[in-house]
């Protein structure tokens, strides 16, 4: 079999690699800006935001707080002061209106490692998968919230490698990196987007968070898509993808709602059709289908593409 | 029931939870013993002023980092993994970086949670820990020399450890001036600890639960349960009557014998029998 082109080849030659890597060296600008923030105190003492992610104080005044952790917290039974509540609830706003795993693509500095990771696993050609259920994180959202409640303490946050790596990169890491290591393996050898797409309970919970976010990827152009697979072959959870952009026959609307799309726009970079934007979640209504008058329920779908099926 | 086990695909969905659920199940019994492992604090980790007891707080403190960054003196530092201390939470060590004892507890005002209370306003109130004299063969004062390094550096001068004088036994004829910690006033801040001059402190902060003996929760002190009470809770306190000759009184809770000064008295009758019962007339 030929070996195929490398994904967003095609965006790159017609729409130049600065436009087909947009989204991407934005989304690394933000992440980098917001541990430089951190870091600027510590390293250069100019004194923007304290803390780490999991509770920062920015400009003496915004206090910000993860609520998973702060969730753990009150399972474990600690009744929380207001300026933790505070920080919590605009945290929360801000995702829930948003779209959760945004967090995830443009915020958590472990996206960097396992981005990394799935860079170096495709250039390896490291193929084996291991059946892994994309909701095993979901089942270890649901632990790490038990084990709180259980032993009373943040027993997650002892191992948790997410709040892990960007403390230790602030206050130390000790052998914190082992952990991280650990997660950068498990997405290099062990499957595919093993750490973000199936296990991590951060995002997870995030996702949760993201089931009526604003912020959504659009394929509004669908039409135009000529079945590349370039988008599946980037996207960090490939299965959010087919509703959207081949449902066209079955009425579902050009909108990727699922909780689980990270909002990275990589999906956007890659497709040389420019299938892709970035949008709103309102107007999902079907308006393309090939079939006018079809009705909404299931059929063969008429651009079925083999690739698909492998890929889900 | 058949079609459950006879249908593939229901059957490869119910492998595969089964298979995930018990894999999450192991990971959960890891992390929580382990947790459990992780709760038994390190003696020499000493926690900020108002930390909540250690098994609260461990539940409280979402390891931020705030009260680290707001202390001035750089005294507390975040647990790394292999610290032995739970990942994450602040604590130091008194014989680098002891606390200074900051009068508006910046610390304290930082923290988001209340991991650090709150409710410590002033920091003499703060028990971080306690003081102890660890090691009577090497201190200095125990030796006879007045070294008081730990008693000069302390914030609470003579009222967290005071000075006891004693004889030395050693020269026979010198004192001998014992640190003495008293957890009345000891904030366990650290700095005794951290100005003792022997290689390794004779003098240390240990928790409180290391450096205090508690008595079981029946247990009272007789003497003040009686001062309380205004007197003996039991039976009625005995008159108790002696036999002395003239002149001589005895009081029983106070000064022991006396003598009554009423101007040279012959202590003895004429009459050694009077003298005998002396005192008993009144028994039948
Ligand atoms: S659908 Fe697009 S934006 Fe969403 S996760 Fe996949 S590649 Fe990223
Ligand atoms: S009281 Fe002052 S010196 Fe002591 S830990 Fe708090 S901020 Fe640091
Ligand atoms: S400020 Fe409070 S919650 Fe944050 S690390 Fe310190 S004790 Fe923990
Ligand atoms: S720890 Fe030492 S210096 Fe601090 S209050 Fe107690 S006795 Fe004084």
Known sequence: MKRRQRPGAQAVAERGWLSAHKWLLARRFSQLAILALFLAGPWFGIWIVKGNLVSSVTLDVLPLTDPYVLLQSLLARHAPEAAAVTGALIVLAFYLLVSGRTYCAWVCPVNIVTDSAHWLRERLNITGASRLSRNTRYWLLGATLLLALITGTLAWELVNPVTMLQRGLIFGMGLGWTLVLAVFLLDLLVARRAWCGHLCPVGAFYSLLGTHGLVRVRADNRRQCDDCMDCFMVCPEQQVIRPALKGADKGIGPVITSPNCTNCGRCIDVCAKQVFTFGGRFNNRCTDSTQPGAPADARAPANHSPGMEVLR | ?284
């Open chain 2, 1 to 284: 029931m058949s079609d459950t086990t006879t249908n593939p695909a229901r059957r490869r969905f119910l492998v595969d939870a089964a298979r995930t659920a018990s894999g999450v199940a192991l990971l959960g019994l890891g992390v929580g013993l382990y947790s459990r492992q992780a709760a038994s604090l390190p003696s020499q980790a000493i926690r900020p002023p108002g930390a909540l007891a250690e098994d609260s707080f461990t539940g409280a403190c979402i390891r931020c980092g705030l009260c680290v960054r707001d202390c001035p003196y750089d005294t507390l530092s975040l647990a790394t993994l292999g610290d032995g201390v739970a990942t994450g939470t602040p604590y130091f060590v008194a014989r680098d970086v002891p606390c200074e004892m900051c009068e508006d507890i910046p610390c304290v005002k930082a923290c988001p949670t209340g991991a650090l209370d709150p409710a410590l306003t002033d920091i003499d109130d703060a028990r971080m820990g306690l003081a102890v004299l660890i090691d009577e063969e090497n201190c200095l004062n125990f030796q006879g020399l007045r070294c008081d390094v730990c008693y000069r550096i302390c914030p609470s001068i003579n009222k967290a450890i005071t000075l006891e004088r004693q004889h030395n036994e050693r020269s026979g004829k010198h004192a001998v001036f014992i640190p003495t910690v008293h957890s009345s006033d000891c904030t366990g801040c650290g700095k005794c600890e951290k100005a003792c001059v022997l290689e390794e402190a004779a003098i240390k902060v240990l928790p409180m639960h290391l450096a205090k003996g508690e008595l079981g929760g029946h247990y009272r002190w007789g003497w003040k349960e009686k001062q309380k009470a205004g007197g003996s809770l039991v039976a009625p306190d005995q008159q108790h009557q002696y036999n002395l000759p003239q002149g001589q009184r005895y009081d029983y809770e106070g000064d022991g014998l006396i003598f009554e000064q009423d101007g040279g008295a012959v202590p003895f009758d004429e009459d050694p029998l009077s003298t005998l019962n002396k005192g008993l007339e009144a028994q039948p």
